[in-house]
């Protein structure tokens, strides 16, 4: 049934997708988790709307133009967080409105109903095409890569700022390092999972991870593990019962979140 | 040799200085404690000598050179006051210690063997051994100070600086701490600079003494820096004379 399930090349293409996208938000998910800032990555999604819609009044590519966008918020919220002496949930909020009101002006000044705005909006993991595969890939690849080697700094700057800034790490550089890395995944991971889902592919297999692992390699390995058995069942769900494929991803995850809670080392 | 070097440090916030005008040196080898009452100052000295908080005007020379540039090479080891880090963090002692080894900047696949070994080292040097595989959140108050130790020692600095190292600490441990305090200063020649609110401790390790109250008040050896009437200054007039039970380092 499976072997008949794979024969479709959009099927083989979802499911490649679905696989990549379970190792890659997982991943970068850690940092999203053990850093709190869920609600960054809640905020980049939703500037790569306000992406998105800019491209479409201006007619380039849609993927382009809200990877720009969401990288440009992302170094926004990093600098006003910086200079300002509000709190980071608070310029967070500030560009998280923005993004979305921007969004919306611009979509309604566009003429038509635009189907590609939508896809963004929900995912649709079933339309990725080959180009899509191939550039999802890469920046799983690169940024896989770059989060590995520079782990130590990262993992101690998330431990402790100030530690890290004594002993030497440019704390700043890091830190933009990784915010760009996370609006990059989150950007790529739209088409498939949707604007409204990504944080939660991005959270729900680090936050279930979390409360089993006992270190950093553990957190990483199972989060990984639980981000690729969300994608493979989520998916095979979706096919399955004819529902729609990244929320389905989505509540598997969430299945396997509740179920990790049953013997979390830290639930009291 | 001075191993640090403070010359008319002054920190500002809204325009109210924290701290002014302080200037003091640590000769290299030395132990030096540094007291005053809560809000003299203290924490804020020391996070202006390392760089956590800007200061103006003012100087900090490590051995010499301004301390941004000397810190690069990991001279100096930091154990803060409070140590603020989420408790459900699933790090363990091996993996903090491991993110100040050398390469800072590499896969972890494929970092040395010797890593392991010094940092098995390391925690054995500080009586933790069996920490290695804790996590950082589980341990007490004690191991926890002995596991930032070893943290702050991984690069073998010059300098120790630690913030009321021992707070929240039992006296037992306490005293074990300072013990290891003192044999690292020894058998490493460290430089150590330590806040502490406890004379006694003053007196039993610190080869001097500066107290301060948002200015600098005195410096010198505890015997005789630390007067009646130095305390009286430092602490106010509800403070005596200090009998301490111990004798005074040599």
């Known amino acids: ?268 | 040799m001075n191993a640090l070097s403070v010359e008319n440090l002054c920190v500002k916030a809204d325009n109210r200085h924290l701290i002014e005008n302080i200037t003091f040196s640590v000769e290299e080898g030395r132990i030096i404690a540094i007291i005053g009452p809560n809000g003299a100052g203290k924490t804020t000295l020391i996070r202006a000598i390392l760089g956590l908080i800007p200061y103006s005007p003012g100087s900090v020379l490590l051995f010499g050179h301004p301390m941004k540039h000397a810190n690069s090479h990991g001279k100096v080891g930091y154990v803060p006051q409070k140590l603020e880090f989420d408790r459900t963090f699933p790090l363990t002692v091996s993996e903090l210690l491991g993110f100040t080894v050398p390469p800072i900047y590499s896969f972890p696949f494929i970092r040395k063997k010797g890593e392991k070994k010094h940092i098995s080292e390391l925690l054995e040097s500080v009586g933790v051994h069996e920490l290695a595989d804790r996590s950082i959140g589980s341990l007490s108050g004690g191991e926890l100070q002995r596991a930032m130790i070893a943290k702050a020692i991984v690069n073998d600095p010059k300098i120790l600086i630690l913030d009321e190292p021992a707070s929240g600490v039992d006296i037992e441990g306490q005293e074990r701490f300072y013990d290891l305090i003192k044999r690292l200063n020894k058998e490493k020649g460290l430089t150590v600079i330590l806040i502490s609110h406890d004379l006694n401790v003053v007196y039993r390790f610190a080869d001097s003494v500066l107290c301060m109250n948002r200015r600098l008040i005195c410096t010198g050896r505890p015997a005789e820096t630390l007067t009646d009437e130095v305390i009286k200054t430092v602490y106010g007039e509800m403070m005596g004379a200090y009998i301490h039970s111990c004798h005074e380092h040599d």
């Open chain 1, 1 to 268: 049934m499976i072997t008949e399930f794979l024969s479709y090349p959009f099927i083989q293409r979802a499911f490649l997708a679905s696989l990549m996208v379970g190792v890659l938000c997982p991943f970068v998910g850690n940092f999203v988790v053990l850093r709190r800032m869920s609600f960054f990555s809640d905020a980049i999604s939703h500037s790569a709307f306000a992406g998105i819609a800019v491209g479409a009044l201006l007619g380039i590519d849609l993927s382009m133009s809200s990877l720009i966008v969401a990288m440009l918020v992302s170094l926004l919220i990093a600098f006003l967080s910086e200079k300002t002496t509000l709190s980071h949930d608070t310029v967070i909020g500030i560009a998280f409105s923005g993004a979305i009101a921007s969004g919306m002006l611009v979509i309604g000044m566009l003429k038509g109903y635009r189907v590609d705005i939508f896809t963004y909006l929900f995912g649709d993991i079933l339309a990725i095409t080959s180009t899509d595969l191939l550039f999802l890939f890469i920046i799983s690849i690169l940024s896989v890569v770059i989060l590995l080697f520079f782990s130590k700094p990262l993992l101690q700057i998330t431990f402790n700022r100030d530690l890290a800034q004594v002993e030497g790490i440019n704390v700043r550089l890091f830190e933009y390092l990784l915010f760009f890395i996370i609006a990059v995944v989150v950007t790529v991971s739209l088409k498939i999972i949707g604007i409204i889902l990504v944080t939660s592919l991005l959270i729900v297999p680090a936050a279930a991870a979390k409360n089993l692992a006992s270190s950093m390699k553990h957190l990483f390995s199972l989060s990984c593990v639980f981000g690729l058995v969300s994608g493979f069942i989520g998916l095979i769900a979706s096919v399955y019962l004819n529902t729609a494929s990244g929320p389905t991803i989505v509540l598997v995850s969430i299945g396997i979140f509740f179920l990790t809670m049953l013997n979390s080392r830290r639930t009291h």
